[in-house]
């Protein structure tokens, strides 16, 4: 019997268990797809050495190891769950090839202006420039939430069944939460709401959580 794939992840996810990490995605394709998987868990420390590197040139997490196979980046981790266990991708090939395209959308072109709000937070918000430069982030992510909302319409998924798209598309927004932003598209608050609701999903962020609270016990202070 071939052994589990080996996903790792941090000992002390910085997101405070809140489903949040990149290795939240790739449970949550996992569980949609019923295959199980055993974790290694590395520290910040550890994410820098050169073990770790050898896997992961950027020195992050996640990364997947399947047999000889030793994948980074959890986009293309999905993409590898769903081209090898039914359930991610559409058996057609024309829609399963633009379930690819919302997946690259969702990472390339919806998340790059809310990853760099977050980041304009934690490290600007001192700075004289720092509320312009948060008015104009968020008008660049209405822009993109407005032309995502159009997109979805009143269907209940990108591409016809829940799809590899959906799962990514649903990580990204979730980075929302907390923000005004999250609740002004009532049509992607609900798409999230119905993501956010599936079995697979909840089981994965029970597992990413489960992680969280066993690494903080072993690390107290870890933040």
Known sequence: MPSDPVLTVFRASPDGGRGLARDMPVRWALEEVGRSYDEERV???ELKASAHRAR???GQIPTFRRGDLMLFESGAIVLSIARRDPGLLPTDETAAERVVSWMFAALTTI???????EQAGYLERDRP???ARQALLDERIRLRL???AAAL???AWLEGEFSAADLIMITVLRRLEGTDLASEYRTLADYVARGTARPAYLR???AQKAAFD???EEVPHAH
């Open 153 to 155: 319409g009143q269907r």
């Open 56 to 58: 992961h040139p950027f």
């Open 43 to 45: 520290s910040l420390a």
């Open 111 to 117: 998340e790059p202006p809310i990853v760099e709000r």
């Open 129 to 131: 420039w720092f509320a």
């Open 204 to 206: 994965a962020f029970r």
């Open 146 to 148: 407005g032309e995502l």
């Open 214 to 216: 066993e690494s903080h």
